[in-house]
C-alpha cells in the first residue's frame, strides 16, 4: 500500500469513547454501535465548534499494540473545548509524525481490508494515535478516507 510521509499539528476531538480489542468477538458490533448512536441520537449535530465536516474514527491508548485493548472515539475535530454535550468526551490527538493512506470505496469493507493490509506490512508504529477522517458527507458506498497511521 502506497502512504506518504506527513507531520501533523495537535488536533482537538470530541465524541464517544469505547474500549475493545482485536481479539474481541464483539469488536465490530462494539465499533459500529458507537458509529450507529454518534448519527442517528444527533450526537454530531450538537457538538459545537467543529473544524470542518469531517467525522473522525481515532484508535488510542493502546494497552498491548495490536493484541491489548484500545480507546476508539467516534468523533470530530473542535477548535475549542466548549459548549459540548453531557456525555461527549475529548481528547487531543498528538503532534507527530504519521503515515497517511489514501483509501476510496464502501466506507466498511474498504475499511477492514485496509485494516487487514496494514497488519500485514510491518510498518514502524507508535502505537499513539491512530484515526481515520472520513471527508464530510454520509455516502458509504463511494467515500475518500484518509487514514493517519503515527509512527516512530
Known amino acids: 500500500m502506497k502512504y506518504e510521509i506527513v507531520h501533523l499539528k495537535e488536533k482537538i476531538v470530541a ?19 458507537t458509529w ?6 444527533g450526537i454530531y449535530e450538537t457538538i ?16 498491548n499494540k495490536v493484541d491489548g485493548e484500545y480507546d476508539v472515539v467516534v468523533c470530530c475535530e473542535i477548535s475549542k473545548e ?12 498528538e503532534e507527530g509524525k504519521y503515515a ?18 496494514l497488519w500485514e506490512m510491518g510498518l514502524d508504529r507508535k502505537y ?7 471527508k464530510g458527507g454520509t455516502e458509504m458506498k463511494e467515500s475518500e478516507i484518509d487514514i493517519y497511521i503515527s509512527i516512530n
Open 15 to 33: 465524541g464517544l469513547i469505547v474500549r475493545t480489542s482485536n481479539g474481541d468477538s464483539n469488536m465490530t458490533k462494539v465499533i459500529g454501535e
Open 36 to 41: 450507529k448512536r454518534f448519527f442517528e441520537e
Open 48 to 63: 459545537m465548534n467543529k473544524e470542518n465536516k469531517n467525522t473522525i474514527g481515532l484508535y488510542t491508548n493502546y494497552k
Open 82 to 93: 466548549e459548549k459540548l454535550p453531557e456525555g461527549i468526551q475529548v481528547r487531543k490527538i
Open 100 to 117: 497517511k493512506f489514501k483509501i476510496k470505496g464502501h466506507v466498511q469493507e474498504a475499511v477492514a481490508e485496509f485494516w487487514s493490509k
Open 128 to 134: 499513539s494515535f491512530d484515526f481515520e477522517e472520513y
